[in-house]
Structures are given as C-alpha cells and as structure tokens.
C-alpha cells in the first residue's frame, strides 16, 4: 500500500543546516531543557545567532516540537504492544478514515504507515493485559474497514530514544 499522507520535504530544510546548526540541534536533542546561554557557551556563539539559529530551524519545520519523555512504568501504562494493521480496503478514503481514527486513541503513541505485509504499525500503551485487551475488543477491532491485527507484546526496552545523530 502507498503511502496515505503527506510527505515532508526535508531536502531543503536539511540542505540548509550547516555544523553550528547541527551542534545545536544535538545539544537540544540531549537537553530539550537546556538554555540559550548554555547553548551558546558550548557552541562558543553569543546568544543572538544561537537563539536565530534555534528560531530558524523551529520556523522551518527542523525542529518539530520539544518533549518530556515519560517512563511508562511510573505513570502505569506498563504494558507495551506493537501492532501491525491491515486494512481490507486500500484506498485513500478509506486510509486517511483509518488515520483519522487513530489519531483520536490516547492509547496509540506512535502510528507509521509501513510497507509490507502490513500496512500500519502501532506502538500501544496500556496499563496492563486486561486494558489492552479492552483497548484491542472495543476500540482498536471496531474500526472501519479493519482487516487483520497483529499484537506483539514488548518484554523489555533495549534501547529507546529519540536523538539523531548527523
């Protein structure tokens, strides 16, 4: 199945970045907390350029958003699933019906249209089996034009983040 949304163009954006841009970018990558006086101190750049810089890259669409990365565990979403969803029907209605769906469940994280055998993955989170089970029956099964769900629980996280490296 194509893929059902828009593509970003990131060839210009990227295209743009020179290596004071990318040394910014990592440090917000490792500290999205992190000041522009800190910034510029390690960069050794005043805070103007910096702060431009940083206005620039978030004005493009570089920098899409900052975030808090929350341990599931301590917030009693525990249970972790990845599901693979495909769809009976491939059209663009009926996949941006199927986006539109689950961009509106709390319980999906992370959604990818995906090649394949599948045409989506989910990363899910639930408090426990007996949630996403819940979560599986009454939400995720009841979606039009539903076909075939794989459920693969996650025993444990290896590795997890959300840092590029250029």
Do not use: W
């Amino acid at each position: 199945m194509g893929n059902l949304t828009k593509k970003e163009d990131s060839s210009t954006a990227q295209s743009s970045l020179d290596s004071m841009d990318l040394s910014i970018l990592r440090l917000l990558q490792e500290n999205a907390r992190i000041t522009v006086k800190e910034i510029s101190d390690k960069v050794h750049l005043s805070t103007t350029p910096v702060h431009e810089r940083i206005k620039r890259m978030e004005e493009s669409g570089v920098i899409k958003q900052y975030a808090t990365l929350v341990d599931h565990m301590k917030v009693k979403k525990g249970l972790m699933v990845i599901c693979y969803v495909s769809l009976k029907q491939h059209s663009k209605e009926a996949g941006d019906k199927f986006i539109k769906t689950i961009l509106e469940l709390n319980e999906v994280i992370e959604c990818y249209n995906i090649s394949g055998e599948f045409d989506f993955m989910l990363k899910v989170v639930s408090e426990d089996m007996n949630a996403y089970y819940d979560f599986h029956v009454n939400k995720l099964s009841q979606i039009e034009n539903m076909g075939h769900v794989q459920s693969v629980f996650v025993m444990g996280i290896i590795k997890q983040t959300h840092q590029l490296v250029y």
